[in-house]
């Protein structure tokens, strides 16, 4: 099939479809692999992905010459609205399933790691294993969750498409919940599962794994409650959703929306919990914010942490005046020539 003319058959683009899904759904119609139905358009050598992120008018043109398509609905199957950096992001293929979606349709927004549900079809995406976030959090506590996670999710849209974000940018606030604020440790009780002491010892190389405490499970406790415990480490600043599985972009969105919501409040939340170490790696994180946040967070994390002092000084004398009391009634009572 040579490059000219209009094709005889062509699919129109379903709703959100991205142009490599369209393009992959026309290939095999022409019996082509995609590559081939890409020079069969007249762009020869071209790659759909690259084209799928930023095609200029003249190779749009080309496509709706050949195709019989409007320009605007061959640019609609584009990320042309996002901006260079936000293109890490973007899956080559869906991050995650919608049930009612054919398999081999591809929308836009399952593409980007900080949308949770079909833009169509308006139902939670599932995992891999078919696991949907209501069933991970439970169905109530997703609903709560779900709000921080919508407001993180329009704060990502605004730096992905270059639009203002106001004080705190999307990579800055990634930056803090990525951040170590403990040492490295193996599971606590509270994350070890009920095992018999013969499971024990066979895993013990798993009970005794140190594992990497970010602040992200005290931004969101939630996620530290839910998440299995090896899977809960992130990886560091953007990397961390670009790469993140579903229930690992989810909690980070959530986390973004809360930051933005109140920064100074969960700026001093991490740094209380945190230790000598990991309260220089928050400073580091939050060292690009603007400096009137920077100097709130420091005046409230002085007196946060003379409150706490305060407090533990207050338990530690009430221990000390406990002790320090006569029992006025003993645990069992001596009888008459009884021992």
């Known amino acids: 099939m040579t490059a000219h003319g209009r094709l005889p058959v062509v699919y129109f683009p379903e709703a959100d479809e991205r142009l490599s899904s369209w393009a992959a759904r ?32 003249g190779q749009g043109a080309l496509i709706a010459a050949r195709t019989g398509l409007s320009p605007e609905a061959v640019q609609a199957m584009t990320f042309r609205e996002l901006g260079a950096a936000a293109r890490m992001m973007i899956a080559r293929k869906s991050r995650s399933a919608c049930p009612h979606c054919p398999e081999d349709l591809h929308r836009k927004a399952a593409a980007q790691p900080w949308r949770f549900r079909c ?41 992905a498409c270059g639009a203002g974000q106001g004080d705190l940018k999307a990579p800055e606030v990634l930056q803090v919940l990525t951040a170590r604020h403990r040492r490295a440790s193996p599971p606590n009780v509270d994350e070890q ?60 969105t959530v986390g973004i929306g809360r930051i933005i919501e109140d920064p100074v409040k969960w700026a001093i939340s991490v740094m209380l919990v945190s230790d000598a170490e990991g309260q220089g790696r928050v400073r580091q994180a939050i060292s690009p914010w603007p400096l009137s946040l920077k100097r709130r967070i420091s005046a409230r994390f002085w007196r946060a942490e003379r409150d706490e002092r305060a407090r533990q000084s207050a338990e530690k004398a009430a221990r000390q005046r ?18």
């Open 193 to 252: 599962p009920r095992m018999s002491l013969k499971d024990r010892r066979d895993y013990q190389d798993f009970l005794t794994t140190p594992i990497l405490r970010q602040a992200l499970t005290v931004v969101v406790p939630e996620y530290d409650q839910a998440a299995p415990v090896l899977a809960k480490p992130v990886r560091p600043g953007l990397h961390a959703l670009a790469q993140g599985s579903l229930l690992q972009c989810f909690a980070l």
């Open 119 to 159: 833009k169509v079809h308006g139902v939670e995406f599932r995992d891999a294993t078919g696991e949907t976030l209501s069933d991970r959090f439970g169905a109530d506590c997703f609903k709560k969750l779900e709000g921080h996670a919508e407001a993180g999710a329009a704060h990502l849209d605004a730096w």
């Open 26 to 57: 026309m290939a095999p119609f022409y019996a082509m692999t995609v590559s081939e139905f890409v020079a069969a358009l007249g762009l020869k050598g071209h790659d759909v992905f690259d084209l799928e992120w930023r095609l200029s008018e």
């Open 322 to 339: 406990q002790s320090h009391k006569y029992r006025l009634i003993q645990s069992h009572k001596y009888r008459y020539r009884i021992s």
